[in-house]
């Protein structure tokens, strides 16, 4: 059994260690129940819960959801409806989204699913600066798949050169290259 400020009290019977902590208008809560003897503190069990959704809370602001978000195109798509599915999957990248991009096969389209192949290739291309494609174009069904997921952004930092000038009466002055001039 451990109090408030975390110091061992030892074993004790349970209503002896109740008492106690009715006597500081405190909980009784069970550390520890399949140790032998069971283990109990002594705190305040409203504060320590508050505390710990806190932190619980915390943790969640920090973590970043990525969601799948799916594109739907056809085999036999216009090059205009190419572009715009095209840049809505280029939106949803740049959101931090995967994106799914199905073709959808009807009928007799099924027979030819290197028509659906090579939209989801054009696609791909077209993107290729941004995202790596986590699983390629495969065939499920009437429906061919393909995953894209962001590249992942390295942060470049540009280098700023200083180079240092030497004027009338011999005073050297530093001059950053990227900034703009005043003079």
Do not use: W
Not at 83 to 94: D, G, S, Y
């Amino acid at each position: 059994m451990t109090d408030a400020n975390g110091e061992q009290l030892g074993v004790m019977l349970t209503k002896d260690a109740l008492k106690l902590a009715e006597d500081k208008h405190l909980d009784l809560v069970e550390v520890a129940p399949k140790a032998r003897p069971p283990v109990c503190r002594i705190m305040d069990f409203g504060k320590f819960r508050y505390e710990q959704q806190k932190r619980e809370k915390e943790v969640r602001k920090k973590q970043k959801i990525i969601t799948i978000k799916e594109v739907k195109l056809r085999p036999n798509i216009e090059q205009h409806d190419f572009e715009v599915k095209l840049k809505n999957a280029q939106r949803f990248i740049e959101e931090g989204n995967k994106v799914k991009v199905t073709i959808m096969f009807r009928g007799r389209e099924l027979s030819h699913p290197e028509l659906g192949s090579e939209v989801l290739g054009k696609l791909a291309k077209a993107l290729e600066e941004i995202v790596t494609v986590e699983r390629n174009a495969k065939l499920e069904g009437k429906n061919m798949t393909m995953i894209l997921s962001p590249k992942a952004q390295k942060a470049q930092k540009s280098k700023k050169t200083t180079t240092t000038t030497t004027t009338k009466g011999g005073i050297s002055s530093a001059q950053n290259q990227n900034a703009p001039s005043g003079s």
